[in-house]
């Protein structure tokens, strides 16, 4: 399988608007990063899209994404939801009602915010046409076997995802203890990695290290970056603390696993 990073930044992107900081003026093309987001193409040809940013449009147009076959959702917020009506083109290419996986509060949200979309294929494709399901344990897609991981966004719970072996954690501020067992014998880590600072709804630098020296994946990579991480400086910064294969992330990042 193969997983295309689409978005690595957090929720104001970078350049971040008004900002004339060192990285958002930066003219390396790794500092420039969208709403975080990832695709995962399987080998049979199926795609698994995990989340709907806003910047979803741009995204498949630059990594010229011509089918989504389902949706995985981490949570609903602003940044991980909003492109959910983008989702339209691939009903009209494909004339087929894609469906949504998501926890049950999530699924319920989406239903309050965007029920126009959830709808039966019908002669009429000018909106999404879609199905919510909600997922409380591991289930199969195309073959790949796909693990919730319950993960702390501050107060509330939301899914990581593990796809074969590769897990994919975004907007963490704590990994409880029960999901480590999910988290074993991984070839690649995708994990939150805000800014240096702490923050009550995500991990910073040095708790994604803890988190990356804990679960030991073969490669890990750190995602959803802020405008206080440069590319290159803290992939210098990682290699001089002599990190085991801990890399910073960019947009459009290709990975294959198993």
């Known amino acids: 399988m193969q997983i295309t990073l689409l978005g690595v930044g957090a929720s104001a ?3 971040v608007v008004g900002c004339s900081c060192a990285t958002c003026l930066s003219d390396n093309p790794r500092n420039k990063r969208t709403r975080c987001s990832s695709i995962i193409t399987i080998d049979s040809g199926e795609n698994i899209l995990i989340d709907t940013g806003p910047d979803l449009r741009n995204q498949s147009l630059r990594e010229n994404i011509k089918r989504v076959d389902a949706v995985l959702y981490t949570h609903t917020h602003a940044d991980h939801l909003h492109g959910i009506d983008d ?3 691939f009903c009209q290419i494909q004339r087929v009602q894609i469906p949504l996986y998501a926890k049950e509060d999530a699924v319920a949200h989406i239903q309050a915010k965007f029920g126009y979309a959830l709808r039966q294929p ?5 909106l999404p046409v879609l199905r919510a399901e909600v997922i409380h344990e591991s289930f199969s897609l195309f073959g790949a076997p796909i693990t919730p991981i319950p993960v ?15 897990a994919y954690l975004t907007d963490v501020s704590e990994i409880p ?4 067992a999910l988290l074993k014998d991984l070839d690649i880590l995708l994990i939150d990695c805000l800014r240096e600072k702490a923050h009550p709804t995500h991990i910073n630098i040095e708790q994604s290290l803890d988190y990356i020296s804990r679960i030991k994946a073969k490669q890990s990579y750190m995602i959803h970056m802020t405008h206080e991480l440069e590319y290159q400086s803290l992939n210098t910064r990682l290699a001089s603390q002599q990190v085991a294969n801990a890399f910073a992330s960019y947009d459009g990042l290709k990975l294959t696993f198993s």
Not at 122 to 126: C, E, G, I, N
Not at 154 to 166: A, H, P, Q
Not at 177 to 180: C, R
């Open 13 to 15: 992107g970078t350049p």
């Open 87 to 89: 989702l339209r083109a």
């Open 122 to 126: 019908s002669d009429f494709w000018d």
């Open 152 to 166: 702390l966004h501050g107060k509330i719970v939301i899914y990581g995802y593990r796809i074969g072996n590769l």
């Open 177 to 180: 203890e029960s999901s480590f």
